[in-house]
């Protein structure tokens, strides 16, 4: 099987703009998750979408959403950029259940630069 | 309220010498465990992780973890560590009682040192 896709690898901004990074699962899973990551922080949940509905959210602003297709693919939006955004941007996807008991497969990560 | 602690941010050890990171939690209930390792410009790898039963979990590339209830700790061992283990260790903890959301630690930098 395919591990998890996600594009495009590096993006560079401006403070102000807005970007949408993407993410491809695991054929077969439907649960996906976002993580912002950082030097100082390590790996902030920023929310998790099953079946096209938003699961769990973390505390991030509302310039932070998120859409799961019906493919199960999604995507992630940040609007007006600020440069503490800089952070490398991890999906993760698990296979269709509810127990938790499952591991979350990574993507490689969006690196996102605000300038 | 924190959730999962790495007091560690940096551990260093001579290469064939055993490896410990350390982990505690501190969630209510039964939760579940998870390490990963993260080689540089990668994603997260997954480890091994603890649900139920034995307290001893064996995972990837020979490494293993300790739960122990008692202590809310969640140590990554490792009995002879190579210079190809190298890399950035997560240890991360789902909460049933949360809506399964994962947390994860802040992360040690494990370097093995030829």
Redesign the interface.
């Given at each position: 099987k395919a591990g998890?896709t996600q594009t495009p690898r590096y993006l560079i901004k401006t403070r102000g703009q807005q970007v949408t990074l993407s993410c491809s699962p695991i054929s077969g899973h439907r649960s996906v998750?976002w993580?912002q990551q950082t030097p100082?922080?390590?790996?902030q949940?920023l929310f998790?979408y099953f079946s096209e509905t938003q699961?769990?959210k973390?505390n991030f602003p509302g310039r932070f959403s998120g859409r799961q297709f019906s493919n199960s693919r999604s995507e992630m939006n940040v609007s007006t950029l600020e440069l503490g955004d800089s952070a490398l941007y991890?999906c993760?996807s698990s296979p269709t259940e509810?127990?938790?008991?499952n591991?979350?497969?990574?993507?490689?990560?969006t690196r996102l630069t605000v300038l | 309220a924190q959730s999962v602690a790495q007091p560690e941010d940096q551990v260093n050890v001579a290469e064939g010498n055993p490896l410990t990171v350390k982990c505690t939690y501190s969630v209510s209930g039964n939760p579940y465990l998870f390490w990963y390792v993260q080689y540089p410009n990668r994603g997260l790898q997954f480890l091994l992780k603890y649900i139920t039963g034995d307290n001893l979990v064996k995972g990837s590339y020979g490494f293993e973890a300790e739960f122990n209830k008692s202590q809310t700790s969640f140590h990554l061992k490792k009995p002879s560590a190579l210079v190809s283990d190298s890399a950035l260790y997560f240890c991360a903890v789902r909460d049933p009682s949360r809506g399964n959301q994962f947390y994860f630690g802040t992360g040690t930098s494990l370097t093995v040192i030829p």
């Open positions: 998890v998750s993580y100082g922080q390590g790996l949940f998790e699961r769990n973390g991890l993760a509810t127990s938790g008991r591991e979350q497969f990574f993507g490689p990560g | -």
